[in-house]
């Protein structure tokens, strides 16, 4: 594949450096660390923090947006940590994850299914049932635990969801 520049957005690049203030992309100089560190990258091999801010950089942001790789990010802020530039590629992420959604792009289907749970049960997940070694499945009832407790959810938060989700949960 060869470089195009015609695909470098400049307005698009500028954006994003505007949203991850006081981080600077521009410093990463590649050592990769962020990646050691990213908990994603450990079960998606593919998933590269540092790629992602050499492509920003690049102002390759509509190739990020299209690849849909920004939405594996777990957002567990390790890359943030071990980052000696203080570059934050998950700030980078989150700015393009807001950024995709600006632009119309849709989130997973996974996303929008917990997204969906959120706003009806409180969690990302419903409660599930357990099997044991003997292959017996048991709920939270017949392991004797109390009903989970609906957390409780801010109104203006689920409706901020649903915007987001275009309307669709």
């Known amino acids: 594949m060869s470089l195009d520049v015609r695909l470098i957005d400049k307005k698009i690049l500028e954006d994003v450096i505007e949203l991850v203030k006081p981080h600077t992309p521009q410093y990463c100089y590649q050592c990769a660390k962020c990646t050691s560190a990213c908990s994603t990258s450990k079960v998606l091999p593919e998933y590269k923090p540092h790629l992602i801010v050499a492509l920003t950089r690049l102002g390759l942001i509509k190739e990020l947006l299209n690849s849909g790789i920004i939405w594996a990010c777990s957002e567990c802020w390790k890359c943030a940590e071990y980052c000696p530039q203080n570059v934050a590629p998950v700030e980078v992420v989150i700015a393009l994850k807001n950024l995709a959604i600006a632009m119309g792009y849709k989130p997973p289907e996974d996303l929008k299914v917990m997204a969906k749970n959120v706003?009806?049960?409180?969690?990302?997940?419903?409660?599930?049932?357990?099997?044991?070694?003997?292959?017996?499945?048991?709920?939270?009832?017949?392991?004797?635990?109390?009903?989970?407790?609906?957390?409780y959810i801010n109104t203006e938060a689920v409706n901020n969801l649903r915007k987001l989700f275009g309307g669709v949960l």
Request: hydrophobic share 35%.
């Open 119 to 151: 706003i009806e049960l409180g969690y990302i997940s419903p409660p599930i049932e357990v099997l044991s070694k003997e292959f017996e499945m048991y709920s939270r009832t017949t392991l004797e635990l109390p009903p989970l407790i609906k957390p």
